[in-house]
């Protein structure tokens, strides 16, 4: 409660970055004593890491201060606190949190703990709902991660006229840097490693498709802060990340519509192999795949974006400092 | 014996908040910050096997990268100078230009 | 055998803990950024090597002792790398250290 107050108070945007990632912190040590281990680990990964990266770059663009608002907001606090009032009224009638026979732990939660390891075969409870029997709405999350990237792009899509001069500059700072390149190179394939452990391992233990993503796409982002947006872009250009941010969703999309033609409704995995349980596990590891290339593709694409406006800034305060001498 | 182990973390970790709110200059905090990612990793650690759930252990391993990439990305990107690339020129020195690790 | 083996974990888990402490301790009394440093990131790692050891000591599973030396490994990589890097770019962007004589502007300008 303290962090989020500092949050809204701080008029400082650096401090209140670190204050996030702080947040994202605390709120990932709040899953692991509720005992919830996926969530934790997203949260981790996602709140406390990405977030706080791609804040960070976009206030380097911006500046640090915010500006003090120029009226006091006394009309929007009292709504506020309206809607707020009424809503604790509305909750105190709720049963006690973590009720055994609160109608909301009695209504479908049941059926997915008892049938879960009986229709689906795999010891992970959460990746079999938000996989199987939620499917319909995880679809719809990689839809929305999809369009924030494309919105990304629509927006920033930076020119790419000016990156031969770049490479020349930045070729020649190896020594400088050489401690912390060496060590990133060691490490950036066991990181990839790691994502692909994550993401195949999610039927057995916390993981899955988002987190996945998630950890691919800090690899490179480590490995562009350090070595430049043009070495990182001989690999992941920017053709390759678009193709692979719809190619997840169309693929996503395709068990879907095989489904169907296979007999069964929409997302129904029975219909894909001989026995349910076959069809179970051959549907959740392909759209988990979708999942994961959707998400690292699309971190890599706002980073990407973000990054080359940086530069360009960079580079034009530096040849404004050269002029005004 | 791992509950003790436990509660010195947790009065480590304190002390090294205190460290970030108190620290003088920019760097102070983010060693403070630094400290305070590698103490949550073995804190992790410690509470998975409190816990019985060798999971933790993911978390742990996802979080002691997160918390090198951002220790990079905050120095890269806070204005400091930090990975910037040193300009060539000759008259860059005198003015104050920092040197960019 | 199952005994002794507790003892030294325990033994291992208290030391690291101990050390873990005492840097945490050091970073708040020491008057000085690189001092400071020197005390967080030596001890940073020492206590995780320790503490890690005890953890793998009296654990069951290949696969959990399999991922403390992951975890062992990953923070003896990354724990020097970090102190260097914020190490170095304190110096070069001019915060001075405290040294007991009048020689600091000669080191920040290397």
């Given at each position: 409660?303290?962090?989020?107050?500092?949050?809204?108070?701080?008029?400082?945007?650096?401090?209140?970055?670190?204050?996030?990632?702080?947040?994202?912190?605390?709120?990932?040590?709040?899953?692991?004593?509720?005992?919830?281990?996926?969530?934790?680990?997203?949260?981790?990964?996602?709140?406390?890491?990405?977030?706080?990266?791609?804040?960070?770059?976009?206030?380097?663009?911006?500046?640090?201060?915010?500006?003090?608002?120029?009226?006091?907001?006394?009309?929007?606090?009292?709504?506020?606190?309206?809607?707020?009032?009424?809503?604790?009224?509305?909750?105190?009638?709720?049963?006690?949190?973590?009720?055994?026979?609160?109608?909301?732990?009695?209504?479908?939660?049941?059926?997915?703990?008892?049938?879960?390891?009986?229709?689906?075969?795999?010891?992970?409870?959460?990746?079999?709902?938000?996989?199987?029997?939620?499917?319909?709405?995880?679809?719809?999350?990689?839809?929305?991660?999809?369009?924030?990237?494309?919105?990304?792009?629509?927006?920033?899509?930076?020119?790419?006229?000016?990156?031969?001069?770049?490479?020349?500059?930045?070729?020649?700072?190896?020594?400088?840097?050489?401690?912390?390149?060496?060590?990133?190179?060691?490490?950036?394939?066991?990181?990839?490693?790691?994502?692909?452990?994550?993401?195949?391992?999610?039927?057995?233990?916390?993981?899955?498709?988002?987190?996945?993503?998630?950890?691919?796409?800090?690899?490179?982002?480590?490995?562009?802060?350090?070595?430049?947006?043009?070495?990182?872009?001989?690999?992941?250009?920017?053709?390759?990340?678009?193709?692979?941010?719809?190619?997840?969703?169309?693929?996503?999309?395709?068990?879907?519509?095989?489904?169907?033609?296979?007999?069964?409704?929409?997302?129904?995995?029975?219909?894909?192999?001989?026995?349910?349980?076959?069809?179970?596990?051959?549907?959740?590891?392909?759209?988990?795949?979708?999942?994961?290339?959707?998400?690292?593709?699309?971190?890599?694409?706002?980073?990407?974006?973000?990054?080359?406006?940086?530069?360009?800034?960079?580079?034009?305060?530096?040849?404004?400092?050269?002029?005004?001498? | 014996?791992?509950?003790?182990?436990?509660?010195?973390?947790?009065?480590?970790?304190?002390?090294?908040?205190?460290?970030?709110?108190?620290?003088?200059?920019?760097?102070?905090?983010?060693?403070?910050?630094?400290?305070?990612?590698?103490?949550?990793?073995?804190?992790?650690?410690?509470?998975?096997?409190?816990?019985?759930?060798?999971?933790?252990?993911?978390?742990?391993?996802?979080?002691?990268?997160?918390?090198?990439?951002?220790?990079?990305?905050?120095?890269?990107?806070?204005?400091?100078?930090?990975?910037?690339?040193?300009?060539?020129?000759?008259?860059?020195?005198?003015?104050?230009?920092?040197?960019?690790? | 055998?199952?005994?002794?083996?507790?003892?030294?974990?325990?033994?291992?888990?208290?030391?690291?803990?101990?050390?873990?402490?005492?840097?945490?301790?050091?970073?708040?009394?020491?008057?000085?950024?690189?001092?400071?440093?020197?005390?967080?990131?030596?001890?940073?790692?020492?206590?995780?090597?320790l503490i890690l050891i005890g953890l793998m000591l009296i654990s069951e599973q290949l696969i959990v002792i399999a991922k403390l030396m992951i975890i062992l490994l990953l923070g003896l990589i990354v724990g020097p790398t970090t102190s260097h890097v914020l190490a170095k770019s304190a110096l070069k962007n001019g915060l001075k250290p405290i040294l007991s004589d009048k020689r600091s502007d000669d080191i920040s300008k290397n």
């Amino acid at each position: 409660m303290a962090v989020a107050i500092a949050i809204v108070r701080t008029r400082d945007l650096f401090a209140v970055t670190m204050l996030l990632s702080i947040y994202g912190l605390l709120s990932a040590s709040f899953f692991v004593t509720l005992d919830a281990v996926d969530v934790a680990f997203t949260e981790a990964a996602v709140g406390a890491g990405i977030s706080g990266l791609l804040m960070l770059v976009a206030i380097s663009m911006t500046g640090r201060k915010e500006a003090k608002p120029k009226r006091k907001p006394f009309i929007a606090l009292l709504v506020v606190s309206l809607t707020a009032g009424l809503l604790f009224y509305g909750i105190s009638d709720t049963p006690d949190f973590a009720l055994a026979d609160a109608p909301i732990h009695n209504h479908v939660a049941p059926r997915y703990i008892q049938d879960s390891m009986a229709e689906i075969g795999i010891p992970n409870i959460v990746t079999s709902v938000l996989a199987s029997y939620r499917a319909f709405d995880t679809f719809g999350e990689v839809v929305v991660i999809f369009t924030a990237g494309m919105g990304v792009i629509a927006l920033l899509s930076a020119s790419s006229e000016n990156t031969q001069s770049k490479k020349a500059a930045e070729n020649t700072l190896d020594q400088q840097h050489l401690v912390i390149r060496v060590v990133t190179k060691i490490l950036f394939p066991f990181i990839l490693l790691f994502a692909l452990y994550v993401q195949f391992h999610g039927d057995f233990g916390p993981g899955g498709g988002f987190q996945a993503g998630v950890i691919f796409a800090a690899a490179v982002i480590l490995y562009t802060m350090l070595f430049g947006l043009s070495k990182a872009t001989k690999v992941f250009s920017q053709s390759l990340v678009q193709f692979v941010a719809a190619a997840g969703v169309l693929l996503y999309a395709s068990v879907g519509i095989a489904t169907l033609l296979l007999g069964g409704r929409f997302f129904d995995y029975n219909a894909l192999a001989q026995t349910p349980v076959a069809g179970q596990h051959i549907g959740i590891l392909v759209i988990e795949l979708g999942v994961g290339c959707t998400v690292a593709a699309v971190m890599m694409i706002i980073f990407f974006s973000f990054h080359e406006l940086a530069e360009q800034e960079r580079q034009a305060n530096k040849d404004k400092n050269r002029e005004s001498l | 014996m791992i509950i003790a182990a436990t509660l010195a973390i947790f009065a480590a970790m304190a002390l090294a908040l205190l460290r970030a709110v108190l620290g003088p200059s920019l760097y102070d905090r983010i060693l403070a910050v630094n400290m305070f990612g590698t103490k949550t990793v073995l804190l992790i650690a410690l509470l998975g096997f409190l816990m019985g759930r060798p999971e933790f252990l993911d978390i742990a391993i996802v979080y002691a990268l997160i918390n090198f990439i951002s220790v990079i990305g905050v120095l890269r990107y806070s204005g400091s100078n930090a990975f910037q690339h040193e300009d060539k020129t000759q008259d860059s020195d005198s003015r104050g230009d920092k040197w960019i690790p | 055998m199952d005994t002794l083996i507790n003892y030294v974990s325990g033994f291992c888990l208290c030391v690291g803990a101990l050390i873990c402490v005492s840097g945490a301790v050091g970073v708040n009394r020491f008057n000085d950024f690189y001092t400071r440093m020197h005390a967080a990131s030596v001890t940073d790692t020492l206590g995780a090597v320790l503490i890690l050891i005890g953890l793998m000591l009296i654990s069951e599973q290949l696969i959990v002792i399999a991922k403390l030396m992951i975890i062992l490994l990953l923070g003896l990589i990354v724990g020097p790398t970090t102190s260097h890097v914020l190490a170095k770019s304190a110096l070069k962007n001019g915060l001075k250290p405290i040294l007991s004589d009048k020689r600091s502007d000669d080191i920040s300008k290397n």
